[in-house]
């Protein structure tokens, strides 16, 4: 319940699927924080967050640290630091990342061959629409989602492009409380604590997982 010390609260992502295209972090992470802050109205909080969901952890922290709410704990597993220029401006690109970051985090290796095919398909047709069902199909093929709503896959190519965007123009302020920093030891994202440590400085504890970006979601870690 909301004065339960050890109550633990999680945010879907319908908070960034439903947000505008252009949501920035500051503006998806203060929808995050009035959803939170219905089941637990003051701190002391304890955040952590993966990925970009690390990016949203932060600017809450920030956000209820000017409230004057205490942050306990800020934990950021395996965040990018954001850097601009980092999406791609054609929609066809932009859905190939969106099926690596799905098959990858359902623990499966995308192929070229599949990656070829899927890039071939994309490129036959015209609109959103008709790109997310060739996708769907892709994705139905491959079986490493299967059954998946094509309405649920609309909805996550939307929280993925939305946070993609947003991350591309974040500025993360100065850190709010000490960080917790969780870094997977293989992988596109294994210097990103250099990058985080040298914004946050001394306030910055890393722990190393003997495991890539979408490991640190499966057991055993």
Partial sequence: GPTDPEATAGVASAAISDAAPDATVEELAAAHLKALRRVRPTGPYHLAGWSFGGLLAYEMAVQLRAAGQEVAILALLDTGYPESGHVPD?????????????????GFDPT???LSVLRSALRSV???PA???VLAEQVEREGFAPGLDPRDLARHYAAFRT???AAATYRPPAPPCPVLFLQSTTGARE?????????????????????DHYGLMRPPH
């Fill in 126 to 128: 015209a609109d959103t």
């Fill in 90 to 106: 054609d929609e066809n690109e932009l859905l190939e990342w969106f099926h690596e970051d799905l098959a990858r985090s359902a």
């Fill in 112 to 114: 070229d061959q599949n």
């Fill in 191 to 211: 210097r990103a604590a250099d990058r985080w440590a040298a914004r946050v400085g001394a306030g910055l504890t890393r722990h190393d997982a003997a495991t």
């Fill in 131 to 133: 790109r997310l069902a």
């Fill in 163 to 165: 946070g993609l965007r």
